[in-house]
């Protein structure tokens, strides 16, 4: 091993090995976790598990649904010292942002310049992850995907040459990064445009909706329509006697009057309302620092993803279907449109620009891969694609949903950065 790799090499039954070994939903025992703390460090750190022949996985440090961020007997290249965030043009809202570092400390070092860049649904999810998939979170129609905004990046080949890629310089590597990014090397570091953001409106709202789901299909279409501001994310679930949409409204505003005309007619497409609540808050309240924990595979699951145009009578109905199973499957959706389809589909790896909803399926111990196949199959006929990062369980078919119209691209690109192969799947 290198010797400037030693002080960050963490072996099992090192103090430090519980805290880096797992994942959120999956648990592992790799042989040797190293974490390297500059660019140049994670060339070496390449080089070195490239010598072993040993399974390599890199980590950005946060939550790694799927579980390809840690292995088994292989070598893990974890960049969770390397989460740096720095405002480094405030007139242009430009944000330097390290991999390792998560998202709820991204939100809690911009809050007091007034910005926000749009990520996921939870703080402890990593930078380096989720920046390059996709980035489907609480502001997506105000501010569209979270790749959408990535200006610049730092990428590390599998060669170890370090590459910075921007429009002009390497911009086959910019488009691969903003959406495929664990295909063509480790990025260790994004230039992302924030937005100007103060209060936001942030609102819990429970309506009853029907079994044949009209009620989903009234929110989809309310929300195809819907102002930007306005973007719905919720957890659809039944007791066996009714089915509940428990939403979370954000609107991007911090007008009460704006928050309100945004919020209310959500509060009426369903059979009834439950509860509505609504306060003023801070896009930092959504990915709080409260969320910050270890990752030690103590939420095991098995999940899978559909996006949708508009929901349809039939595959509203399908999407019910699925919440019924017996086998109680967690469905949460995710309400798209707005900024994220005013990009060319292809623009960017990810192509859905055409979708609206997102719909995630998570099963949990004893299920696995093969129960949530079977009470997922309704929405198939209906999907119009999926999201890569909300994949347990990545197959040659999965991943055509998720790059569609964009797979041959991503695969050429990917050849041609990294002709070994070291990062493919």
Do not use: C
Request: charged share 20%; hydrophobic share 40%.
């Amino acid at each position: 091993m290198p010797f400037r790799l030693r002080d960050g090499a963490v072996l099992p039954g090192d103090p430090l090995y519980r805290r880096l070994r797992s994942t959120y939903t999956t648990r592992h025992s790799p042989a040797l976790v190293l974490l390297p703390t500059s660019d140049s460090q994670v060339a070496e750190a390449l080089a070195f598990a490239r010598s072993t022949d040993l399974p390599l996985a890199i980590r950005s440090g946060g939550h790694g649904l799927s579980g390809r961020s840690s292995n088994d007997g292989g070598i893990v290249i974890d960049l969770s010292s390397m989460k740096r965030i720095e405002v480094a043009d405030r007139r242009r809202r430009l944000v330097r942002v390290q991999a390792g570092a998560r998202w709820a400390e991204v939100a809690r070092a911009l809050d007091p310049h007034g910005l926000a860049i749009s990520s996921g649904d939870h703080g402890n999810v990593g930078v380096g992850g989720l920046a390059t998939a996709g980035g489907a979170g609480w502001l997506a129609r105000s501010y569209g995907l979270t790749i959408d905004r990535i200006r610049a990046a730092t990428v590390v080949l599998a060669d170890g040459r370090i590459v910075h890629t921007d429009a002009d310089n390497e911009p086959d590597l910019l488009w691969a990064v903003r959406g495929a990014g664990d295909t063509v090397g480790v990025v260790t570091d994004f230039t992302i445009e924030a937005i100007e953001l103060d209060a936001i409106g942030i609102a819990q709202i429970a309506i009853e909706v029907d079994r044949r789901g009209v009620g989903l299909q009234r929110w989809s279409e309310h929300m195809a329509g819907a102002p930007r501001e306005l973007t719905t994310n919720g957890i659809l679930g039944s007791d066996g006697r009714s089915h509940i949409l428990q939403l979370t409204a954000v609107a991007s505003v911090g007008d009460p009057e704006r928050i309100r005309s945004l919020i209310e007619p959500v509060a009426r497409l369903g059979v009834r309302a439950l509860s509505v609540t609504a306060q003023l808050g801070r896009y930092s309240m959504l990915v709080s620092a409260g969320h910050l924990h270890p990752n030690l595979g103590q939420q095991r699951s098995t999940t899978t993803n559909a996006l949708f145009p508009t929901l349809t009578a039939d595959s509203a109905e399908a999407l019910m279907q699925v919440t019924s199973h017996p086998l109680g499957p967690l469905v949460q959706l995710r309400s798209l449109g707005g900024a994220v389809n005013d990009l060319d589909a292809t623009a960017t790896a990810y192509p859905h620009r055409d979708q609206q909803v997102l719909a995630i399926v998570s099963a949990f111990p004893p299920a696995g891969v093969r129960e949530l196949g079977l009470a997922s199959r309704p929405l198939w006929p209906h999907a119009g694609g999926a999201y890569r990062n909300f994949e347990s369980h990545p197959t040659a078919a999965t991943v055509e949903r998720a790059y569609g119209a964009s797979s041959e691209r991503v695969r050429l690109t990917a050849l041609s950065y990294d002709p070994s192969g070291v990062f493919a799947d």
